[in-house]
Each structure stands twice: as C-alpha cells, then as structure tokens.
C-alpha cells in the first residue's frame, strides 16, 4: 500500500473518531467503517484482498447491527454481503492476474437485459418508499438497489461495475448529506462517503489500466 495512501486513511479516520465524540454517535456504527477504510484502499487498487477482509467486515456489521437492534441489517450483512465478498475473492483468485482478475465486458444483451431489469426493479422500490412516505425515498432505492448489483458484477469480474459503483457511490453521498440535514451524528458516515468516492474513482482508473494491460497480452501472445 502506498505510503499517500496510508496518509488518507489515518485522516480519514481521525476524522470520522473526531467527528462520532462530537456527535456522540455509538461506538459499535463506527467500528466497521475503520476497517472499511482499509477494505476500499484495496478494492480502489482492485486487489482481490480487499474482497477477503470486506466478507470479515461483513461479519463484524453483522455483530454491530445484531447490538444495535437493526436485525434486517444484520441478516443482509451475513447472508448476502459476507458471501457474496467470500465468493468474489475466491472467484477473483481462480482467475487471478497479478494481485487483481481478468476482466471482462459485458455482451450488448446482458447489458441491456441487465439495464431493463435494474431500471424496472428501481421504479418498483421507489414506488413502495414512496407509498410508505419514506424521507429518503429517491437516494436510498437507489442505494439499496445498487448495493445488490454492483457485488454481483464485482464477483463476475465485468468491468462495467465501475460505473455503476460510481454512480452507487455519488448516491451514497447525496443520501449521507440529506440525513446529516436531519441527524448530525451520521457525520462520520458522510466523511466516510467522501473517502469512498475517492477510491471508487480510483478502482475506475485502475480496473482499465489492468483490462488495457491484459488485452494488450493476449493480442501479443
């Protein structure tokens, strides 16, 4: 891990410890995302790691949310998260360039079929928050929904997870702003989706170069 790299984490996680005293936000919401800074400084050099420590973290958002009493949390965290990481790192392994995976594109169908399916499953959740007069209603059906496709790309290795994850990862933000207007100790959530978006743009730049590098070697070999 570079050492610039090193430098953001430490003050990003000063940041967020700052902030939750300030806040007086419960220990156990920002545990998790101390090792969420190291998770997203490797999955921002698309190092098949990062995989491996999210599925841990995954299990520890499960104890945390478990605590805290937000048991739905909980189970997506250990049922679909957890998993899901584990398989992508496995999966990324079996397939393994370098420190990273081969990538691939996604055929004109699939991505059409998978644009279809995600735009139709959005308007569906947007209507069901709003009917439930949800505050958050635009941002988080967005979210949610991205937070099921994005890891399911990630783990088939198609390049097009970068952009929808920068997409996730503006929505995130946009969302964390709307509910520190609201509650100002999800601060350390909002510093910690600024932090995100910057090592999701990083991922973007990096999974490219490493496609660039291997269909560079198969048109050489």
Known sequence: MKKSKIIIIVLTGIAILVSGILTKQHFFLMLPLFVSLFVMSFQSEANRVGALIGACNAVLYTITYICMGVYGSAASAFLFSFPLQLMTFFNWKKNAYKKTVVFKRMSTNVRIISCVSGLALWANLAGVFYYLKYEYAVFDSVSFLLGFIVPILTMLAYIEYTYLWIFQAVTGLFLNIQMVS????????????????????????????????????????
């Open 182 to 221: 609201n509650d100002i100790s999800q601060l350390t959530y909002l510093i910690y989706g600024v932090y995100a978006l910057y090592c999701v743009i990083c991922a973007f730049i990096n999974v490219r170069k490493f496609h660039k590098e291997q269909q560079n070697e198969v048109q050489n070999s």
